[in-house]
């Protein structure tokens, strides 16, 4: 028995081939394309910087990301067997229409004229070359009257239907996490600059005051020089951070379909709100119930059940009809009726060893499923639990951190208050605005990490490409 083999596989496109002299040219459409060899067509960037939320960036993952596009072609790969397999059990219904002529060499194919003369024929009656021409009209039917196994793959292969549309499902999750997780790391990136960007603008005014204190004989120039460096430091800092930046959006292009040299101007900002999570079992319940790799094992669990049933099933006989109607006749002449009609009825006799092994290779396959199953039960709670400690812990964090960019604030302005009034010199300014740019860096690392951490526990209940605006408190 052929079972059912329904796996990932895309198609190539092939691209059909046109007279460009043929057919005026098409209007240019409003986001620019280019076409490639091959057949790819891809976004070609726009003019400026393009307005990017963090809706728009998972709506264009969700549509434009290579990932989602596989998940949606493997859907109709699979749907595609189903209506092959379907077509097993449906009646098969054609025509066929036939003319031919032919000449027969009757004696080259040992016919003799005098074995006639028992019939009282003349040897000269009957010609020994024959032309005929003949047409034939007909309809074919065949139809399964009774074909277990053929139903149970049937059922079997509807099942996988629907372990392709949770595939499809699980990969959308996985794309929303990626891009909103990258989404977020750009804004990370871009307050990182924007911190760096006041440090470079205090930096400089320290450096000016350290100058004109020296120009004007009441400082030192070891204030001057300690000042220009803190400068050029922090210009370093801004430096790395707009690369960073700049890599990290190019990356966030690539998630979501766009060129790599598309500008971005992202719209939104870090979002921080207080999460109150579900108690773990309601967690663990909503994933049992949401999570599409555990409702896909569940669906392969039941293919394999299927198939399982259908390989027990071939130890019992088939019944099939086969049969046509029709005219037959010499062309240009008189035609006549004919018909077949058949009964096929099968029995399996000597395929034990095939019938065996096909049995051990179907439980085989359901007992594996049954385990990754029980396994994949035990990791979500693994994941669950893990995700709740980093929710947890992140949210003290950014509580902390921002306690510390107050702190490190007022202490940088106590410091260039005492430097400016002469009493210290530039040194506990530079130590401050060290200590400053560090809570400020933690601040946005923490802040990132508390949305991720929130995130990736809306992954690992199963529902972040529905609800990661209710998780990250927008």
Same mark, same amino acid.
């Given at each position: 028995?052929?079972l059912?083999?329904?796996?990932?596989?895309?198609?190539?496109?092939?691209?059909?081939?046109?007279?460009?002299?043929?057919?005026?040219?098409?209007?240019?459409?409003?986001?620019?394309?280019?076409?490639?060899?091959?057949?790819?067509?891809?976004?070609?960037?726009?003019?400026?910087?393009?307005?990017?939320?963090?809706?728009?960036?998972?709506e264009?993952?969700?549509?434009?990301?290579?990932?989602?596009?596989l998940?949606?072609?493997?859907?109709?790969?699979?749907?595609?067997?189903?209506?092959?397999?379907?077509?097993?059990?449906?009646?098969?219904?054609?025509?066929?229409?036939?003319?031919?002529?032919?000449?027969?060499?009757?004696?080259?194919?040992?016919?003799?004229?005098?074995?006639?003369?028992?019939?009282?024929?003349?040897?000269?009656?009957?010609?020994?070359?024959?032309?005929?021409?003949?047409?034939?009209?007909?309809?074919?039917?065949?139809?399964?009257?009774?074909?277990?196994?053929?139903y149970?793959?049937?059922?079997?292969?509807?099942k996988?239907?629907?372990?392709?549309?949770?595939?499809t499902?699980?990969?959308?999750?996985?794309?929303?996490?990626?891009?909103g997780?990258?989404?977020?790391?750009?804004?990370?990136?871009?307050?990182?600059?924007?911190?760096?960007?006041?440090?470079?603008?205090?930096?400089?005014?320290?450096?000016?005051?350290?100058?004109?204190?020296?120009?004007?004989?009441?400082?030192?120039?070891?204030?001057?020089?300690?000042?220009?460096?803190?400068?050029?430091?922090?210009?370093?800092?801004?430096?790395?951070?707009?690369?960073?930046?700049?890599?990290?959006?190019?990356?966030?292009?690539?998630?979501?379909?766009? /060129?790599?040299? &598309? +500008?971005?101007?992202?719209?939104?900002?870090?979002?921080? %709100? #207080?999460?109150?999570?579900?108690? =773990?079992? @309601?967690?663990?319940?909503?994933?049992?119930?949401?999570?599409?790799?555990?409702?896909?094992?569940?669906a392969?669990?039941?293919?394999?059940?299927?198939?399982?049933?259908?390989?027990?099933?071939?130890?019992?006989p088939?019944?099939?009809?086969?049969?046509?109607?029709?005219?037959?006749?010499?062309?240009?002449?008189l035609?006549?009726?004919?018909?077949?009609?058949?009964?096929?009825?099968?029995? /399996?006799?000597? &395929? +034990?060893?095939?019938l065996?092994?096909?049995?051990?290779? %179907? #439980?085989?396959?359901?007992?594996? =499923?049954? @385990?990754?199953?029980?396994?994949?039960?035990?990791?979500?709670?693994?994941?669950?639990?893990?995700?709740?400690?980093?929710?947890?812990?992140?949210?003290?964090?950014?509580?902390?951190?921002?306690?510390?960019?107050?702190?490190?604030?007022?202490?940088?302005?106590?410091?260039?208050?005492?430097f400016?009034?002469?009493?210290?010199?530039?040194?506990?300014?530079?130590?401050?605005?060290?200590?400053?740019?560090?809570? &400020?860096?933690?601040?946005?690392?923490?802040?990132?990490?508390?949305?991720?951490?929130?995130?990736?526990?809306?992954?690992?209940?199963?529902?972040?490409?529905?609800?990661?605006?209710?998780?990250?408190?927008?």
């Amino acid at each position: 028995m052929a079972l059912v083999c329904l796996g990932m596989g895309v198609s190539p496109l092939v691209a059909a081939a046109q007279d460009a002299n043929a057919l005026p040219s098409a209007p240019a459409p409003n986001v620019p394309m280019i076409k490639l060899p091959g057949g790819v067509v891809v976004e070609k960037a726009g003019p400026g910087a393009l307005p990017l939320s963090l809706d728009d960036a998972i709506e264009r993952g969700q549509k434009h990301n290579l990932q989602m596009e596989l998940s949606r072609q493997n859907e109709r790969l699979v749907h595609g067997q189903v209506l092959t397999v379907k077509n097993n059990l449906l009646p098969s219904l054609t025509a066929q229409a036939k003319t031919a002529t032919q000449e027969i060499n009757l004696a080259a194919m040992g016919f003799k004229p005098e074995s006639l003369a028992g019939l009282g024929l003349p040897p000269g009656s009957f010609k020994e070359i024959v032309k005929v021409d003949t047409t034939s009209a007909q309809m074919n039917i065949n139809q399964q009257l009774f074909n277990v196994p053929a139903y149970y793959l049937y059922r079997a292969a509807q099942k996988a239907d629907t372990v392709a549309s949770l595939t499809t499902l699980n990969t959308r999750g996985s794309v929303t996490l990626s891009v909103g997780t990258q989404y977020l790391l750009a804004l990370a990136d871009a307050s990182q600059i924007e911190n760096a960007q006041a440090l470079v603008k205090s930096d400089e005014v320290a450096l000016r005051q350290a100058t004109a204190s020296h120009d004007a004989g009441v400082g030192t120039k070891l204030d001057m020089l300690r000042a220009r460096v803190q400068l050029q430091t922090q210009q370093q800092v801004l430096i790395n951070a707009e690369n960073t930046f700049a890599k990290d959006k190019i990356a966030l292009n690539r998630m979501i379909g766009l /060129p790599a040299e &598309q +500008e971005l101007k992202l719209t939104d900002t870090a979002p921080y %709100a #207080e999460f109150a999570g579900l108690p =773990l079992e @309601q967690a663990m319940a909503l994933a049992f119930e949401r999570r599409k790799d555990l409702l896909s094992l569940q669906a392969q669990l039941e293919v394999a059940d299927r198939t399982r049933k259908a390989v027990k099933a071939e130890r019992l006989p088939s019944l099939a009809f086969d049969g046509y109607y029709g005219v037959l006749g010499e062309t240009h002449g008189l035609y006549h009726g004919v018909f077949s009609a058949a009964g096929k009825l099968t029995f /399996p006799i000597f &395929q +034990e060893g095939q019938l065996r092994g096909e049995r051990e290779v %179907a #439980e085989a396959q359901k007992h594996a =499923l049954q @385990q990754q199953i029980e396994s994949l039960k035990v990791t979500i709670e693994q994941q669950i639990r893990a995700s709740m400690m980093d929710v947890q812990s992140s949210s003290e964090l950014v509580k902390v951190a921002r306690s510390n960019v107050d702190l490190a604030t007022e202490q940088l302005q106590q410091t260039i208050d005492r430097f400016t009034a002469g009493v210290d010199d530039n040194l506990p300014v530079v130590r401050a605005q060290a200590t400053l740019a560090d809570a &400020q860096t933690r601040l946005v690392g923490t802040l990132y990490q508390f949305n991720q951490s929130k995130l990736a526990l809306a992954r690992n209940t199963g529902v972040v490409e529905t609800q990661y605006k209710v998780y990250l408190g927008r």
